[in-house]
């Protein structure tokens, strides 16, 4: 099993970037990801022989409402218990907050029910790319 760490400074943003082209959660630079998740009030790596096989944050207000977003684990750790290892901590970390919400490419759904996640009837958004969201199957459509 991956070990599992909240620290920055060991992470590879490269690592990261490849990470999320490889798990298809988009092409995003280095620069970019190292933002994101120094800006997340919780994160969580994991790392198997100092690898990184998987990643996940969670943006939090610290009372109310937590939104866990960006797991992602390696092809080839799938199935071996990683991404749920991340996510069971990233929600310890997040308990007491009065919501969690979770952003899931679709399909996924069966996988977070298990922790508990049910389907919003109210979740709206606004994309950068509302047409590419839409092709995604992310929006319904008018």
């Known amino acids: ?12 943003w490269d690592a990261l970037a490849a990470l999320y082209r490889a798990a298809s959660m988009g092409d995003k630079s280095p620069d970019d990801l190292a933002r994101v998740f120094g800006n997340s009030m919780f994160r969580v790596f994991a790392l198997e022989a100092n690898r990184l096989v998987g990643a996940g944050r969670v943006l939090a207000d610290g009372y109310d409402c937590a939104y866990l977003c960006d ?14 290892q ?27 029910r298990r922790f508990g996640f049910r389907r919003m009837t109210t979740a709206m958004a606004v994309f950068a790319d509302q047409a590419s969201a839409s092709a995604r199957g992310l929006l319904e459509q008018d």
């Open 1 to 12: 099993m991956p070990v599992l760490t909240e620290r920055l400074d060991v992470v590879d």
């Open 86 to 112: 991340i996510i069971e901590r990233l929600l310890q970390l997040s308990k007491g907050h009065r919501k969690i919400i979770l952003y899931a490419v679709p399909g996924k759904e069966a996988v977070y």
């Open 71 to 84: 797991v992602a684990v390696m092809p080839d750790q799938q199935g071996r218990g990683t991404g749920t």
